[in-house]
C-alpha cells in the first residue's frame, strides 16, 4: 500500500463498522432461529387446542342483518351443558349388527395381477381390501385388527357421515390402533351410494401403498341398472389400476343391459373419466343421486381425489362392448370378447354446476347463522421448525388456521376460495355440503351435495349445510401431502371436547 | 480476516452463478426423461407427479432432475445467497453489500417466478429469462473481487516508476 494513496480509515470508524456487521448478521440468523423455534408444535396437544377459533358469527350477522341474540342463545345453551366427549358420539342402536366385517390390516410384500410387486398395505390379504356392501338402514359393524403395521392404523368412512367417534381420525376421535390391538366401528348405513374406506394414520404414506376399499350402499328396494360394477382406481407404484388391475380390466354384461360403474379416486390427483362406445349418463356424485341426468358424450367425468362418481350406460345392442376409460387403465363391460376401441380423452368436461335439474334444494342460504371464509393461499415460512413454503388457510400457516366453531343446528356457509398456485381437492369429514355458486354463478343443475370438492387455482366456491353431526370434524386437502403440510383445518362443534392427543409424544400422526 | 472474508465471498459468488447452471442442467434433464417417458409409456397425470414428489419413486428416472430443481431452487440457493449477504457485512469489498444484496434480490425474484409459473405460465418464460440475470450479476460480483485484487497488485509498480 502506497503511502501517499488512499486514506487511512481511522480505528473507531472499523471498529463501528465490524459492529454494524456483527449486528446484521445477528439479526437475520436471529429471525431465522425464532421462526424455527416459534414454529415447533408442542410435543403433545389435542385437536382442540390448535387453531385459531373462528366463530363465523359476526360476518353472519351482518349479512343477515336482523339481531341473532336467539342463536347466540341457543349456542350458549348448547355448551352449557355438560360437555361431550368425542367417545359418546355413538351410533345409538345397540343389538348385533346386520353386516359384520372383519379387516385384518397387514404390511406385506403383494404382486398385483400384471406381475408389479411392491410393499404394500393389505386388508384380509388383499389391496384394495374387500367391498363392504350393505343395504340401507342396516347397523354395520366392522372389526379393525392391525397385524402389522407398525406405527398403527385406523380406518375413516370416506363420505359417510358416521357418528364422531366412529370417524376414524388418530389424534382426533380415537388413538391409532397398534400391532396385536382391534378397535371396533359401528354405524348405521344412512346414506345410500358409493363410498370408501381408508387409514386415516400417517394417511399420506399408508392410503398411498393401498391401506383402502369400497364401501358399497344400496337402497332396499335395489338398484335401477342391471349390472352393478364397482371401479376403484388406484396408482400403485406409478401405474394406474382399476380394482388392482393395471391395463384393460373386463366385466361381462350382455347386449342391450344397463350397468351403474362406482367410480372411485383413491388418488391424491383429479382423474378424468369418460366412456367409448357409448353415451353415459352420471347418475351420481359422491354418493348422492343426481336428479334427471342428461346423457353426455365427448365429454369426460373429473373425479377429485376421494371424490365418487357412478354413471350409467348401456350396452349397445350391436354387441360392441363399453369401455369405462380411466386414462392409462380402462374397464371394459360388454359380452365376452366383445370389441372396443378406445377414445383419446375429451377436451370438454362435464359441469356439475349446470348438470341434471334443479329441485328444491331445503335451505335458505339467507338464513345461514355462521360465514366462514376457508382461502388457501402459499408463502414461506417455517412449519414444525421446517423451512419452506407452505400452504396457508386465511393467511395463516399450520397450526395457526382456524378452528371453525359451530353448534348443533346451525345453517353453515363457506365461502373456499384458493389462491394458492395449485388445484386442491376439500374434503370436509362428517357432512356433505352444497354448492350454491362457483366465482358468483348460481348453480342451476341438480343439487351438487359433496364431500370432496375439487377447487382450482384462482376459484371460490360457495357452499352450505346443516351443522347435525356433533363432533370434531376434519377439514382439510385430500392431496394427503398437501394436508401434511399444514392445509388442514377443523369444523368443531361448542361442547365437543376430545381426551385424544396429537404431537411427537402421541402415536397419533393422521397425516 | 479482511483477504478470507472477501476470499469467501468471491467464492459464495461463484458458487451462486455456479448453482444457476447446475438449476439449468437439473431441470431440462428431467424435462427430457419427461418426454422420452410419454413417449414410451404414454401416460402423464397430475398424480404422476405428486405422488412421486412425497415417497420418491419417480415414474422415470430423470424425475429426479425436476425434484432436485424445486429443492435446489428453493433452499439451498437462498441459503447460499443469505451467506454471500452476510459474508459481504465483514468482507472489505468496495459496494460488496450492494452487489450482494442484488444477488439475493435476484434470488428471491427467481424463486417466486418459479412458483407463480406453476399457476401463470409466460411467469416461467421470465423465470427462464431471470435466471440469465442472476447468473450475470453472480459472476460479476465474484469477478469484480479478483480485478480489485488484481488492480491494487498493479499500482505499487506504476507508483514506483512515476516516482
Excluded at chain 1, 358416521?162 to 376421535?173: E, I, L, R, W
Excluded at chain 1, 381426551?499 to 409424544?505: A, S, V
Excluded at chain 2, 405422488?51 to 429443492?71: C, I, K, Y
Aim: charged letters at 15%; aromatic letters at 6%; glycine letters at 12%.
Amino acid at each position: 500500500m502506497g503511502v501517499g494513496s488512499g486514506r487511512r480509515a481511522p480505528r473507531v470508524s472499523s471498529r463501528i463498522r465490524l459492529l454494524i456487521s456483527i449486528t446484521a448478521t445477528l439479526i437475520i440468523l436471529g429471525t431465522l432461529g425464532w421462526g424455527w423455534t416459534a414454529s415447533r408444535l408442542p410435543a403433545s396437544y389435542a385437536a382442540t387446542d390448535m387453531g385459531v377459533m373462528d366463530t363465523g358469527e359476526a360476518q353472519a350477522v351482518a349479512h343477515s342483518g336482523t339481531g341473532h341474540a336467539g342463536h347466540s342463545g341457543h349456542g350458549a345453551a348448547s355448551s352449557a351443558g355438560s360437555p361431550h366427549d368425542v367417545r359418546s358420539l355413538v351410533a345409538g342402536e345397540s343389538g348385533p349388527a346386520d353386516v359384520s366385517v372383519t379387516l385384518t390390516a397387514r404390511r406385506e410384500r403383494v404382486t398385483l395381477e400384471h406381475g408389479l410387486s411392491l410393499m404394500a398395505y393389505t386388508l384380509n390379504g388383499q389391496t384394495p381390501g374387500p367391498t363392504i356392501r350393505a343395504t340401507q338402514g342396516d347397523l354395520v359393524e366392522v372389526k379393525l385388527v392391525n397385524q402389522s403395521v407398525t406405527g398403527g392404523t385406523t380406518l375413516h368412512w370416506h363420505g359417510l357421515d358416521v357418528p364422531n367417534a366412529m370417524d376414524g381420525v388418530a389424534g382426533v376421535t380415537q388413538d391409532a390402533v397398534q400391532v396385536g390391538e382391534s378397535f371396533i366401528y359401528r354405524f348405521v348405513a344412512k346414506q345410500v351410494g358409493t363410498y370408501w374406506y381408508h387409514s386415516h394414520q400417517v394417511s399420506h404414506e399408508q392410503v398411498l401403498n393401498g391401506l383402502l376399499g369400497a364401501i358399497v350402499i344400496n337402497p332396499a328396494k335395489g338398484i335401477k341398472e342391471d349390472i352393478d360394477v364397482l371401479a376403484l382406481s388406484h396408482r400403485y407404484a406409478g401405474k394406474r389400476t382399476v380394482n388392482g388391475q393395471a391395463g384393460d380390466v373386463i366385466t361381462p354384461a350382455a347386449a342391450g343391459s344397463t350397468a351403474r360403474i362406482r367410480v372411485i379416486n383413491t388418488d391424491p390427483g383429479v382423474i378424468p373419466v369418460w366412456v367409448s362406445g357409448a353415451a353415459y349418463r352420471l347418475v351420481a356424485v359422491d354418493g348422492t343421486q343426481v336428479s334427471a341426468p342428461t346423457p353426455i358424450e365427448n365429454r369426460s367425468v373429473l373425479v377429485p381425489a376421494g371424490g365418487r362418481a357412478d354413471l350409467a350406460v348401456r350396452i349397445p345392442q350391436s354387441g360392441q362392448a363399453v369401455r369405462v376409460e380411466f386414462g392409462g387403465a380402462a374397464m371394459i363391460i360388454g359380452p365376452k370378447g366383445a370389441p372396443a376401441s378406445a377414445t383419446p380423452a375429451p377436451s370438454e368436461t362435464v359441469d356439475l354446476l349446470a348438470y341434471g335439474s334443479s329441485s328444491g334444494i331445503g335451505l335458505d342460504p339467507a338464513a345461514a347463522n355462521r360465514i366462514f371464509d376457508y382461502k388457501i393461499g402459499r408463502r414461506p415460512g417455517f412449519v414444525n421448525g421446517k423451512p419452506g413454503v407452505y400452504w396457508t388457510i386465511n393467511g395463516h400457516l399450520f397450526p395457526n388456521v382456524p378452528m371453525f366453531m359451530v353448534a348443533e343446528g346451525d345453517l353453515v356457509r363457506m365461502r373456499i376460495s384458493n389462491h394458492s398456485g395449485r388445484a386442491h381437492p376439500m374434503h370436509l369429514h362428517g357432512h356433505h355440503v352444497l354448492v350454491l355458486a362457483r366465482e358468483g354463478v348460481p348453480a342451476t343443475g341438480s343439487p351438487w351435495w359433496t364431500d370432496s370438492l375439487e377447487v382450482k387455482n384462482g376459484q371460490t366456491y360457495e357452499v352450505i349445510f346443516r351443522a347435525d353431526n356433533p363432533g370434531i370434524w376434519m377439514d382439510h386437502c385430500h392431496n394427503l401431502v398437501h394436508a401434511r403440510q399444514g392445509l388442514l383445518a377443523h369444523l368443531m362443534y361448542q361442547g365437543v371436547t376430545t381426551p385424544f392427543r396429537l404431537g411427537r409424544h402421541s402415536a397419533n400422526y393422521p397425516e | 480476516m479482511n483477504g478470507v472474508m472477501s476470499a469467501v465471498y468471491r467464492v459464495l459468488a461463484f458458487v451462486v452463478a455456479g448453482e444457476v447452471a447446475i438449476q439449468a442442467a437439473f431441470v431440462v434433464w428431467g424435462d427430457a426423461g419427461l418426454g422420452r417417458y410419454v413417449d414410451q409409456v404414454g401416460v402423464v397425470e397430475k398424480s404422476t407427479f405428486d405422488t412421486a414428489f412425497e415417497t420418491g419413486v419417480a415414474p422415470f428416472p430423470e424425475f429426479l432432475g425436476l425434484l432436485l430443481h424445486g429443492l435446489n431452487g428453493m433452499m439451498i440457493i437462498p441459503a447460499i445467497a443469505l451467506l454471500l449477504v452476510i459474508s459481504s457485512f465483514f468482507a472489505k469489498v468496495p459496494r460488496g453489500i450492494v452487489f450482494a444484496l442484488a444477488v439475493l434480490g435476484l434470488v428471491v425474484v427467481q424463486v417466486s417466478l418459479g412458483l407463480g409459473g406453476h399457476a401463470i405460465s409466460v411467469l416461467g418464460a421470465l423465470h427462464g429469462i431471470n435466471a440469465l440475470a442472476l447468473f450475470s450479476i453472480a459472476m460479476w460480483t465474484g469477478l469484480r473481487v479478483s480485478w480489485a485484487s488484481r488492480r491494487v497488485q498493479r499500482e505499487p509498480l506504476a507508483e514506483r516508476v512515476t516516482v
